[in-house]
């Protein structure tokens, strides 16, 4: 299986003890769930799951404000890193010194799939890769099922206040939503992250506005103020639930089935 990466780069099964840093959340999160727990030498100060297997890992900065230094002195074998999450300065900078860095790119809910076998191609586990595999089909099909009851809606998804800003339909967070029945709006614009202001005419089709609890965290004070600014019905979500990719989606694909099943 030929194993290539988001930057067009190609990667062979990995021999020997692999020593990874991790400069994404999500897949922090995978490598550990693909059983590579113990090779994980570095991650980002927000990389908090699986809680207690991170305790002991070494933070190396944020996922915008790598600390250079520090990931040099690891001396990694493998730098993960993602086009949206990671500034590409530092990353170019990094893949002067570690031997082997794999950049992804997840954009709709079936890349999963690809990021499974990817990861586990690389550090040979393939099996623990398939069981992924399985759960994200299972998940994936009962959303489906689920959604079959539901007309689809368009729904506004602001991700930060001040400058108010969303998510385009070319997006992760767009697909993860678009599975759950909820299409994202606004149908197009010139950034992926647009801004948009609260007297746009395209609001108008928004059926509920679904307010996340990251990247920005929103409260119960900030689902008031949204409320009075869209004229829409609101409701709280789980961001992680939603922009995670990895083997949370499996989680993900689950909670958007429980939520909808409950309306």
């Not at 709709?108 to 890769?129: K, M």
């Not at 606004?186 to 108008?204: N, V």
């Not at 990247?215 to 639930?241: C, N």
Request: hydrophobic share 45%; net charge neutral; proline share 6%.
């Amino acid at each position: 299986m030929v194993l290539v990466d988001a930057l067009g780069r190609e990667h062979t099964p990995f021999n020997g003890t692999p020593r990874i840093v991790s400069l994404v959340p999500s897949l922090t999160e995978l490598i550990c769930d693909l059983g590579l727990a113990d090779a994980l030498a570095g991650r980002t100060g927000f990389c908090v799951h699986p809680k207690e297997r991170l305790r002991s890992v070494q933070k190396i900065g944020g996922t915008k404000e790598v600390n250079l230094d520090k990931v040099r002195a690891l001396k990694p074998t493998h730098l993960i890193a993602d086009i949206d999450e990671n500034r590409r300065e530092q990353v170019e900078a990094m893949m002067a010194f570690v031997p082997h860095v794999v950049v992804v790119h997840p954009r709709t809910v079936e890349d999963n799939l690809s990021l499974y076998a990817l990861l586990g191609g690389i550090f040979r586990r393939i099996a623990n890769a398939e069981k992924l595999k399985g759960e994200f089909h299972l998940a994936h099909e009962a959303l489906v099922r689920v959604t079959e009851n539901y007309l689809r809606e368009a729904v506004l998804y602001p991700i930060w206040r001040e400058p108010w800003m969303t998510v385009r339909r070319d997006t992760y967070i767009a697909s993860m939503l678009a599975a759950a029945g909820w299409d994202t709006l606004p149908l197009d614009a010139p950034t992926r992250f647009p801004q948009f202001a609260w007297d746009a005419p395209w609001l108008t089709q928004a059926g509920r506005v679904l307010l996340p609890s990251e990247p920005f965290a929103f409260t119960a004070r900030h689902e008031a103020e949204v409320a009075a600014l869209s004229g829409k019905p609101v409701q709280r979500i789980d961001g992680e639930m939603v922009s995670w990719y990895g083997s949370r989606a499996i989680l993900g694909l689950r909670y958007l089935a429980e939520l909808r099943a409950h309306e």
